[in-house]
């Protein structure tokens, strides 16, 4: 699989461009939540901004916004509101400007009282709105005096150093500027990073060791034209795990990072390694299968890696002894409380776990339990935990992991669950299906619509195939009595549901399947025994990961029998009539009322007494009468019974 870009880089390089004089194009900018709101403010700071495909071109500012006086909305990204209120506060004092920046709830939360003084001893003008150390802020001018080294604490977060160093090149057009940081500098790899992407735009700053830099007189931001941004080495870490424990037949290839990342996260491999992972490096792919079984046990200072250190919290439940992760005071102050929160979602799969100020102690499991994890819109609690599923390498007999709220993935890594499935498989019997049967204009469409969107699922609109099929051998050329033509057309149809649209080869074809001429041959089609087979096997391959919620009127007496939820929907013929008169007028159709009713009632005779799969509920179903209930309703109803049949503890 193919990672995306690194999320660290992007934003620095989003920023670097916005400060520098001229055009930056950025190569497979990572597309997320944080570096939306990046380009966001830069946007409203005054950049132009043109996207095209992997290409983001940034004109920058030339070390001065073009707007005096704005409000950025920065949601819950550090590596934007960090590094922008330095470089704001700069601006500020240099050429006057009034700023306000907030963010989530969240981000009220996340301390950034560090930088706030040292920007203050800078004479910056910056105040607190809310609780005094916390954002939102308001950067309102100043007077700089950098005749003194600028002193900023380097245990907190390293966002901090950073954020003085891309915003300082601003200001030392006559004289050197000095950083000097207070205590131990912590994440250092991330420093690495911050200095590397200076030195492309021209700024290059002298270290002494970890505790002094100096950005040279006379520093300018200059664009170096075209940069690629590297692929995130955090989000490496899970498929390296991922091919630690599950690589056995075949390795996991992970492309766009490799040994000649830049990124300190890359170091994840040496760890992995430690606990027996086997890891082919090329300059910017990484192989990994499994090596030793159970892992083995480590005891790591994980400074250096801070990120990627979650993933190794949750291999721990694969290890053959304790696993301790030392020097990660920064988890606390990161989107959640990460040693708290990484705490309760493994003891709630089995684990005992100690923890303390600035470690986590991790036993392994004999045994796992069933687990609705909490993701406390926190995307790497999303993306670890989701390894606790492979449980079934471990124990006889697999067991089930929720991951709530997992779309939270989006602030780093959208496509994140779509890769994960993509390169493992799953018994079918493992794979959850909710069938959804019922007589014609129930609502069974609309309603597996949206109980699908709410879980994350796929999708079967199972009474559009023969449509389908007539439609894709009627462009083929094949004729209705071609019962073997038939087969193979139906066997090979690209076929994707979205919500209660169709799509062949790619293409949306839901109102071409309303067409008179498809609906006619797709009745002629509909006796053939070998299209029905192929149909079968074609319905049957829907069956993909996480879920799939099939609807039709056989999906759980014929096509899912073993399913775990089956609802049969009915609703007065009465209902469905006025449903579909409705429909039809929307869609400039006259129809008579009374006429559809009996329609209705006729085609449902027909449905219940025809010799192949009649229209029945299966024994095990719950039947549910929507005639007076809306969509939102039934599908909450729908939801509720799916959470009653699943062995997680909601409330642990």
Request: proline letters at 5%; hydrophobic letters at 45%.
């Amino acid at each position: 699989m193919r990672l995306p870009g690194s999320k660290s880089i992007s934003n620095r390089l989003l920023l670097l461009a916005g400060l520098s004089a001229g055009q930056t194009t950025l190569v497979d900018l990572l597309d997320s939540d944080d570096t939306q709101v990046m380009l966001d403010a830069l946007r409203t700071l005054g950049c132009a901004i043109e996207r095209d495909g992997d290409t983001t071109r940034i004109t920058g500012l030339g070390g001065r916004a073009a707007v005096a006086s704005a409000e950025l909305f920065l949601g819950n990204a550090g590596t934007a509101m960090r590094p922008l209120t330095a470089a704001l506060a700069v601006l500020a004092c240099e050429h006057g400007g009034d700023y306000t920046l907030r963010g989530v709830p969240r981000m009220h939360e996340r301390p950034i009282g560090d930088l706030v003084d040292a920007l203050r001893g800078l004479g910056a003008e910056v105040d607190c709105l809310g609780q005094e150390g916390y954002p939102p802020l308001h950067l309102r001018g100043g007077r700089l005096d950098l005749g003194q080294p600028v002193k900023v604490r380097g245990d907190v977060s390293s966002q901090f150093l950073t954020a003085l160093l891309l915003a300082l090149p601003l200001a030392c057009a006559e004289r050197d500027v000095t950083i000097e940081v207070v205590g131990e500098l912590i994440s250092k790899p991330y420093i690495e990073i911050t200095l590397n992407l200076l030195a492309r735009f021209g700024i290059a700053v002298q270290r002494e060791g970890w505790q002094r830099f100096v950005i040279p007189r006379g520093s300018r931001y200059q664009t170096p034209g075209t940069l690629p941004v590297e692929a995130d080495a955090s989000s490496a870490s899970y498929f390296i795990a991922l091919g630690a424990i599950a690589g056995v037949d075949a390795p996991v290839r992970i492309e766009g990072v490799g040994a000649g990342s830049i990124q300190g996260d890359i170091r994840f491999v040496e760890a992995a390694e430690a606990m027996g992972a086997v890891v082919s490096a090329e300059p910017n792919a990484l192989e990994v299968r499994r090596g030793a079984w159970p892992l083995k046990a480590i005891d790591l200072d994980c400074n250096h890696i801070p990120d990627a250190a979650m993933t190794l919290a949750v291999m721990a439940l694969y290890a053959d002894g304790p696993c301790t992760l030392r020097n990660i005071a920064s988890w606390r102050v990161k989107e959640t409380d990460r040693i708290a929160a990484m705490a309760c979602e493994l003891r709630k799969v089995g684990a005992t776990v100690e923890e303390g100020a600035d470690f986590i102690r991790v036993h392994p499991l004999a045994q796992f339990r069933a687990a609705s994890i909490h993701t406390y819109d926190d995307h790497r609690m999303a993306m670890c935990l989701s390894l606790a599923a492979f449980n079934g390498l471990q124990q006889a007999e697999p067991v089930p992991v929720r991951i709530e709220d997992p779309k939270c993935v989006a602030k780093t890594f959208p496509d994140y669950f779509e890769a994960l499935f993509s390169v493992v498989r799953s018994e079918p019997r493992h794979i959850p299906v909710i069938t959804i049967d019922g007589p014609t204009a129930s609502g069974k469409g609309t309603l597996a619509a949206g109980v699908a969107a709410r879980l994350g699922w796929h999708t079967l609109d199972s009474g559009s195939l023969y449509r389908v099929s007539a439609l894709a051998a009627r462009r083929a050329g094949v004729a209705p009595d071609d019962e073997a033509g038939l087969a193979r057309v139906a066997a090979g149809l690209n076929l994707r549901f979205e919500g209660t649209s169709v799509f062949l080869d790619g293409a949306d074809v839901t109102d071409v399947l309303r067409e008179e001429a498809v609906g006619t041959m797709a009745s002629q089609i509909s006796v053939w025994p070998a299209l029905r087979a192929a149909l079968y096997e074609l319905q049957c391959s829907f069956r993909r990961l996480p879920g799939l919620v099939a609807d039709g009127r056989d999906m759980g007496t014929v096509i899912f029998p073993a399913a775990p939820l089956k609802i049969f929907l009915t609703a007065s013929a009465a209902a469905r009539a006025e449903r579909r008169h409705r429909q039809l007028l929307e869609r400039g159709i006259s129809a008579n009322l009374d006429s559809l009713r009996a329609d209705l009632e006729a085609r449902d005779e027909r449905d219940r007494h025809r010799a192949t799969a009649p229209l029945k509920p299966a024994e095990d179903a719950l039947e549910l009468d929507n005639s007076g209930m809306t969509v939102v309703e039934s599908v909450e109803l729908v939801l509720d019974w799916w959470l009653q049949r699943r062995p997680f503890d909601l409330l642990g």
